[in-house]
């Protein structure tokens, strides 16, 4: 089903807003990519003015920024841990920005947004402490 980012039919009061045009092609939106542990896969989605966004659709790798060492290496994802955004994704092993990770280098915050950027991005974190 398709996804709209136009003006409401209704006024504040509850009234219904006459229709003066068309629904126009650039108010259409995209389905939300949930970016999954699994072999690399990616989409592109097509922009104005020959632009282009890329929607990472599964990862299994995540570069690792290190603070103490001041140095960025990449790493095996192995699950999440915990995601804030919907307690569901840690089950369905969704990953998203600000999601804790299990890697190889350790426990990680994600600091990218996989569905929009293309790659995941995270930094290492020292104390987790899991509610």
């Known amino acids: 089903m398709g996804q709209w980012h136009k003006v409401s039919s209704r006024k504040a009061t509850g009234g219904l807003l006459r229709h003066n045009r068309k629904t126009k092609n650039y108010e259409a939106g995209n389905e939300p990519v949930k970016t ?4 690399k896969k990616v989409k592109f989605i097509k922009g104005r003015g020959g632009n282009f966004k890329v929607k990472l659709r599964s990862a299994s790798v995540v570069n690792v920024a290190d603070q103490k060492s001041k140095s960025v290496k990449k790493a095996k994802v192995l699950e ?3 995601n804030k955004a919907n307690p569901h994704f840690v089950r369905q092993k969704v990953i998203t920005k600000g ?3 299990k890697t190889d280098a350790g426990v990680c915050r994600v600091t990218s947004r996989p569905g929009q950027y293309g790659s995941v991005d995270a930094v290492l974190v020292e104390n987790v402490s899991k509610k």
């Open 36 to 39: 999954v542990i699994g072999q």
């Open 80 to 82: 999440v841990i915990e």
């Open 99 to 101: 999601a804790l990770i």
